[in-house]
């Protein structure tokens, strides 16, 4: 039995004591004076419990609560305000309504359940908001669970079970990446070839041109800038069989570490970068749960918070590099796997 449970039995049991007290004393002064006055308080003090457990019947049939949260998406750390607004159309206030509500997500280990007081207003929808600040990604489901209150005597408690959810997403915050080039991934032609082994990045010199400040120097052509005496650069083209992996691994070893936090703020980021660069990929999870892959073709940036909020729904694993591990050994698709770890993003060419 926990201290709240205490506290209310010593509480019942106090207004009891002095209820049974008050009766005492009326029953003794209505024997001993014999008059009518403390009769009729006998009387009325006898039928109260009987009165305040009509009333408190008749509120619990009418109040209604409902909870609404002020953004469906927010960034981790991003506070969200939780707003419930509890109805008592009756004509008969309720001095202390207990609210009980609970936070759960299967993305993180994360079970808890909370309680809030409040004042319920004789025909007035009473509104208040609680601050939730989430510090990780995921997507979190907020449910009232209960609604109670005791009757003015506080003899009865009654409480209401309640099935009202609302959902918030919780995104990793963007952090700073190199600019995407997808000929920086893969590489490995020569001169004017094309190399059709599995797992190369194809693509094609269109034109060669003299070196400018800040071009790589994998695309140097040497021969010709032997030839001529002047850095030489190759113009590439990216064909249509240049396909990129994003494959963002869902490990936790435990609840409290921050790697998969920082996988997916990487992750998210090298999306980002990708979509920015016009550069159309894959985006997979693994799903040790079901043993299966969640793949998705992104192209945008509201395809990509899409599929984030769909990986928020399956469980973290504690194998460090199953995702990989499971993929490369499927052979499910040819190009460049960016595989992406708390570590950092590594290109692996399947």
Request: glycine share 6%; with cysteine; net charge negative.
């Amino acid at each position: 039995m926990n201290k709240q449970n205490l506290l209310e039995k010593s509480i019942l049991v106090s207004e009891a004591i002095t209820y049974l007290l008050l009766v005492a004393t009326l029953i003794f002064l209505s024997t001993f004076y014999r008059t009518g006055l403390f009769v009729f308080f006998l009387i009325l003090v006898v039928l109260l419990p009987l009165a305040s457990y009509l009333v408190g019947r008749f509120c619990h049939s009418r109040l209604s609560l409902k909870i609404s949260t002020s953004t469906a998406y927010a960034e981790s750390g991003d506070k969200v305000l939780l707003s419930l607004l509890l109805d008592n159309p009756t004509v008969f206030p309720l001095p202390d309504c207990e609210i009980g509500y609970s936070i759960t997500s299967s993305f993180y280990p994360c079970d808890k359940t909370f309680s809030a007081n409040c004042p319920s207003f004789a025909r007035t929808v009473f509104s208040f908001d609680l601050p939730l600040e989430m510090q990780r990604c995921g997507s979190y489901q907020i449910r009232l669970t209960s609604l109670k209150f005791y009757d003015y005597l506080h003899f009865f408690k009654f409480e209401k079970e309640l099935s009202c959810l609302s959902e918030v997403f919780i995104f990793p915050p963007e952090k700073e990446m190199p600019l995407f080039e997808p000929s920086d991934y893969g590489e490995g032609f020569d001169e004017f070839e094309e190399t059709s082994a599995k797992g190369n990045t194809s693509s094609n010199v269109t034109d060669i041109r003299e070196y400018i400040p800040g071009d790589r120097l994998q695309k140097i052509h040497w021969k010709l800038t032997a030839k001529t005496g002047k850095l030489m650069v190759k113009e590439n083209e990216h064909t249509s069989s240049n396909q990129f992996t994003l494959l963002i691994e869902l490990f936790l070893a435990k609840p409290e570490d921050d790697t998969l936090e920082e996988s997916l703020k990487t992750g998210y980021s090298l999306g980002l970068s990708l979509i920015r660069a016009g550069q159309p990929f894959f985006l997979c999870f693994y799903q040790a749960g079901g043993g299966d892959f969640f793949t998705t073709l992104i192209q945008n940036k509201e395809q990509l918070d899409t599929a984030f909020s769909e990986c928020f729904y399956f469980a973290p694993y504690p194998e460090e590099g199953l995702g990989l591990s499971v993929y490369t050994r499927a052979g499910l698709a040819g190009g460049t796997i960016l595989h992406v770890t708390h570590q950092g993003v590594e290109d692996v060419l399947s």
